[in-house]
């Protein structure tokens, strides 16, 4: 999924995006909370990881601002350890979790999941869509009982296909929620991860259930039986 990470401390910044590229997601990282706000109005994100002492505009500023804004992303806040005054002022100001640093990579990544479970997204760690299944915390995909190995990006394509079934998707709407902005400029790289998805998915299986929707994009659906 698409996730925001605004950070100033390099190491953590680095740290933290390393940690969700491999785990599938695209990250884009802003250094202050002005590009973090820039950043924030200028793409859809699934999650935002909010540092709250940041140069320019501090984290809750920034939080209150998106807030004000309609911007409705879950955003998990990452606080001082003794800094309680500042969790009930973030939860306060539109937070929906935080963390305290320093944090293990594993429980960043633990209540990530937990913020994209959250309505009104499906419950429950596991999608389904038709005979296809993706366990998410174990980031396993079984069709018709069949394990099928997927790399991270196809993982987080095939995720955001799952949140979204029988829904036509864009080019546009899939490559925002999958690759961050380094990569989506790259005008067929939807249409070659959904080539490789599709020989993973669909081939050898009598139904398929990735659509091309000439002219618009994509659609992940199931026969009715
Ligand atoms: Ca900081």
Do not use: C
Not at 94 to 117: C, Q, S
């Amino acid at each position: 999924m698409r996730i925001l990470v605004v950070e100033d401390e390099p190491g953590v910044a680095h740290f933290v995006r390393q940690g969700l590229t491999e785990a599938g997601h695209a990250v884009d990282v802003a250094r202050d909370g002005r590009e973090g706000l820039e950043f924030a109005l200028a793409a859809e994100y699934d999650v935002i990881v909010l540092d709250i002492m940041l140069p320019r505009l501090n984290g809750l500023d920034l939080l209150r601002e998106i807030r004000r804004r309609g911007g409705e992303a879950p955003v998990l806040l990452l606080t001082a350890r003794d800094a309680i005054d500042d969790r009930v002022k973030g939860l306060d100001a539109g937070a929906d979790d935080y963390l305290v640093k320093p944090f293990a990579f594993p429980e960043l990544l633990a209540r990530i999941r937990a913020l994209l479970r959250r309505p009104p997204l499906q419950a429950g760690s596991v999608l389904r869509v038709g005979d296809l299944e993706m366990d998410l915390a174990a980031r396993k995909v079984i069709r018709g009982g069949k394990s099928i190995e997927l790399t991270p990006r196809e993982f987080s394509l095939l995720e955001f296909l799952m949140r979204h079934p029988n829904q036509v998707l864009t080019r546009t709407q899939i490559a925002e929620h999958v690759w961050n902005f380094d990569f989506y400029n790259e005008s067929n790289v939807v249409d070659v991860y959904i080539g490789y998805l599709r020989r993973k998915i669909d081939r050898g299986f009598s139904s398929p259930l990735i659509h091309t929707v000439r002219g618009v994009g994509y659609l992940l659906k199931a026969e009715v039986e």
